[in-house]
């Protein structure tokens, strides 16, 4: 990864990944690097935020919360939840169910 090539960046990717990220920034600043957007995306995949604009829309409900858990239920997407490996595959489907109702 060049951290001086704007194309050269890593993603980040998951469910409610604004957490991982203020946790990296506030890493990086005990290290004294202000550069945290030298190494990922500005622009991270996280299904959170769509779930929010599509309520506001209309095209989700409102759930009893916003939770990995909750939401995969909704969508029928069956998991361990709190197991890595399991939170990213159902991070992952629920991806690509939300992009489905975004291109309907």
């Not at 890493?27 to 030298?38: E, G, P």
């Not at 991270?44 to 409102?62: A, E, F, H, R, T």
């Not at 916003?66 to 595959?89: M, P, Q, R, V, Y």
Request: hydrophobic share 40%; glycine share 4%.
């Amino acid at each position: 990864m060049n951290k001086y090539d704007k194309e050269d960046k890593f993603i980040v990717a998951g469910y409610n990944v604004k957490f991982d990220i203020d946790m990296l920034q506030a890493f990086f600043k005990r290290q004294n690097d202000n550069y945290l957007f030298s190494y990922i995306s500005s622009s991270p995949i996280d299904p959170l935020p769509c779930i929010g604009m599509l309520q506001l829309c209309g095209l989700l409900p409102v759930l009893e919360n916003n939770k990995l858990e909750t939401w995969c239920k909704h969508f029928g997407i069956e998991f361990k939840a709190h197991d890595s490996l399991e939170d990213i595959k159902a991070t992952k489907e629920l991806i690509f169910k939300i992009a489905k109702l975004i291109r309907k």
